[in-house]
């Protein structure tokens, strides 16, 4: 049986195609005025950052609190201890800013890039590679 599951999880890992990210490469402009600017792009960035984690927190926090109320709720409501068995704490999964920083990186090259600088973006192979 374990070498069954062994065979159609190789078979699956093997249908996967490769997975890929792009890495960027970033050239500044080379005018003093460009520079000041992406400095500033790269303040955005920071803030932009900070914002989306503590979002991220913020759902985090909210999702905890909710859960411990619809489950105090579900006790008090439940008359006999054997029905207040039913009652369970949801889970909140850990809360990701990842999208939140996905666009704030997007925005940052679309700045960097108004400042007169030249991104180089390439495509690397991180996983069932070639």
């Known amino acids: 049986m374990r070498a069954i599951l062994l065979i159609v999880a190789g078979l699956l890992l093997a249908s996967c195609g490769p997975m890929y990210e792009t890495q960027y490469r970033y050239s500044p402009p080379a005018d003093s005025e460009g520079r000041a600017c992406v400095a500033h792009c790269d ?64 925005d940052h090259r679309i700045c960097f890039q108004g400042c007169g600088g030249v991104i180089d973006s390439t495509q690397v192979c991180t996983f069932n590679c070639p």
């Open 43 to 106: 303040v955005g960035k920071t803030q932009c950052r900070i914002n989306a984690d503590l979002r991220a927190e913020n759902r985090q926090l909210r999702c905890e609190r909710e859960a411990a109320q619809d489950f105090e709720r579900c006790l008090t409501t439940q008359g006999a201890d054997p029905e207040k068995s039913k009652c369970h704490r949801r889970l909140c999964s850990e809360s990701s800013a990842s999208d939140d920083r996905s666009a704030c990186e997007d």
